[in-house]
């Protein structure tokens, strides 16, 4: 299996959540990622952006135990660790309360779904156009019906982390 999908997919979630641009990653940077989303999603201060943010926080020490850190991650190191743990029991637990607290914090009217307004929305807080995260939309939304299920949110990002597939619908997850 090719690993320089895996790679680029790490390598650009590590990119997305190093704010300052200094080659690192620190829990407070990942801890901004969260609040950014949740403030993006008009959520801020919500028991959903909490849930979110909780489980941001289990990520980080997932991902900080593999490497043997509190402090931060240098890009070599997040990849290298991803790889390790992408299919530990573990990170799969850790994952699966990420997704599932991310679609949540998504859906801001409750309706169990993400629609493409609410996807264009928690995408602009990572810089995304609407343009692009149309696209990723319309890609996670396998059974094309306009909206993206907890489902198709939690295959994009089991994707997302675990395929080597270039044309995994999932890579646009991030």
């Not at 680029?8 to 620190?26: E, H, V």
Request: glycine residues 6%; aromatic residues 8%.
């Amino acid at each position: 299996m090719s690993t320089a999908v895996l790679e680029r997919k790490y390598q650009k979630l590590f990119t997305n959540y190093d704010s300052d641009g200094d080659g690192f990653i620190t829990r407070a940077e990942l801890e901004a990622s969260s609040t950014n989303l949740s403030r993006n999603l008009g959520e801020e201060d919500s028991p959903k952006a909490r849930r979110h943010a909780e489980a941001t926080g289990r990520y980080w020490d997932a991902i900080a135990r593999q490497v043997g850190t509190t402090d931060r991650i240098r890009a070599e190191e997040w990849v290298d660790a991803a790889h390790q743990i992408a299919t530990t029991p573990e990170f799969k637990q850790v994952i699966n309360e990420l997704i599932d607290a991310t679609h949540e914090l998504c859906d801001t009217d409750g309706d169990g779904h993400i629609s493409l307004r609410e996807f264009q929305q928690a995408h602009r807080a990572s810089g995304a156009s609407e343009a692009d995260a149309a696209r990723a939309f319309e890609r996670m939304d396998t059974d094309g019906d306009g909206r993206v299920s907890r489902e198709e949110t939690a295959r994009a990002a089991r994707e997302y982390f675990t395929s080597s597939d270039p044309k995994a619908a999932g890579n646009s997850f991030f």
